[in-house]
């Protein structure tokens, strides 16, 4: 029987969402090194279109300067490849779809630029709907749902992690294919907005989505002193409700990210500064034993624990998302 260190090393291992400090060495290599096959890497937050166009130049040259630790991804075969080089692929993707403005053409030039994820709206409300902190949710608009269409038309996959209650159901019921939470839990499992309800969970399985559990500490209830049992914990709740192959990993990551950033991605629309602004430490560490890319084998050797088979291991930590990518961005 393979060893957990053994089928760690053959799988493909897929972070639903990071969101760490781009354009640095050392977080490409922490990458590479923990074995890390391919990231969901965010672009876009409160970034407008001129400014998530420049990100885009950026990583173009920095595909070039760390060619030995990164590629780019555009389809599952570049996933594949990533694994047999030995380097992570970067998909780029947004947490939030501001940058196309009102101009659903956009999301054509941005689909041949690479993006491939995209999430509908950031916390707040946007021209195609309502986010997970906003004062009223009434669901996708007009707007949204052509948006919607659109991004099932040319092979981008629909992110809901940080979209409100009713804007969430409304993308689920709307398009055409399946949808993604790439970071979030289960809100019943722990009570917090950002976590998903037992009815939206049930309608992304039903629909052939996916949900990456979500290792962000702020989100569990004794926030950075939160171990890795506790995020297995999360897991474990998320299959018992939804099955094995609907359920990965989205990490959250925000290695080498400065407090300064924090309040940036905190405040209203990235302008307006919150009144108070959670407890992040400086320099930001994450959960106890999946502090880095390096511990990503720790949580196939917990879910081995667990008695998790070798197959639904491999499922968890990658084979989900890449049938999901496989089916959504053929368009």
């Not at 291992?13 to 490409?28: A, C, F």
């Amino acid at each position: 029987m393979a060893t957990t260190k053994n089928i760690f090393e053959q799988a493909i291992i897929i972070d639903g969402l990071d969101t760490s400090k781009w354009g640095r060495k050392s977080v490409y290599r922490s990458l590479r090194d923990g074995g890390v096959t391919a990231i969901n890497a965010t672009i876009a937050v409160w970034d407008d279109y001129q400014t998530v166009l420049h990100k885009i130049t950026h990583y173009l040259e920095w595909f070039d300067q760390f060619s030995d630790l990164i590629r780019p991804v555009h389809t599952v075969d570049d996933i594949r490849a990533a694994k047999a080089e030995n380097r992570t692929g970067i998909i780029l993707g947004w947490q939030n779809a501001a940058p196309i403005g009102n101009d659903l053409r956009r999301l054509r030039l941005f689909h041949e630029l690479g993006v491939r994820i995209i999430q509908l709206t950031y916390n707040e409300r946007n021209l195609l709907g309502n986010g997970c902190y906003e004062r009223l949710d009434d669901g996708l608009s007009r707007f949204g749902l052509a948006a919607v269409a659109e991004m099932n038309r040319l092979g981008i996959l629909i992110d809901l992690s940080h979209v409100g209650d009713r804007t969430t159901l409304d993308a689920i019921e709307n398009s055409n294919t399946p949808v993604a939470i790439t970071h979030a839990n289960a809100r019943s499992h722990i009570d917090h907005p950002r976590n998903k309800t037992d009815e939206a969970i049930k309608l992304l399985v039903e629909r052939g989505g996916v949900i990456g559990a979500n290792a962000f500490p702020m989100f569990f209830e004794r926030g950075f002193e939160t171990g890795l049992g506790e995020y297995i914990d999360a897991i474990d709740y998320l299959v018992q409700m939804t099955g094995i192959d609907h359920v990965a990993i989205g990490t959250d990551f925000c290695m080498e990210q400065p407090r300064s950033w924090f309040e940036w991605l905190f405040a209203s629309q990235g302008k307006v500064p919150a009144k108070t602004v959670d407890f992040t430490p400086e320099p930001y560490r994450h959960l106890k034993h999946f502090e880095s890319p390096a511990d990503w084998v720790n949580v196939a050797e917990e879910l081995s624990v667990r008695n998790y088979s070798e197959s639904d291991i491999r499922k968890i930590l990658g084979e989900n998302w890449l049938r999901l990518f496989e089916r959504v961005w053929t368009p």
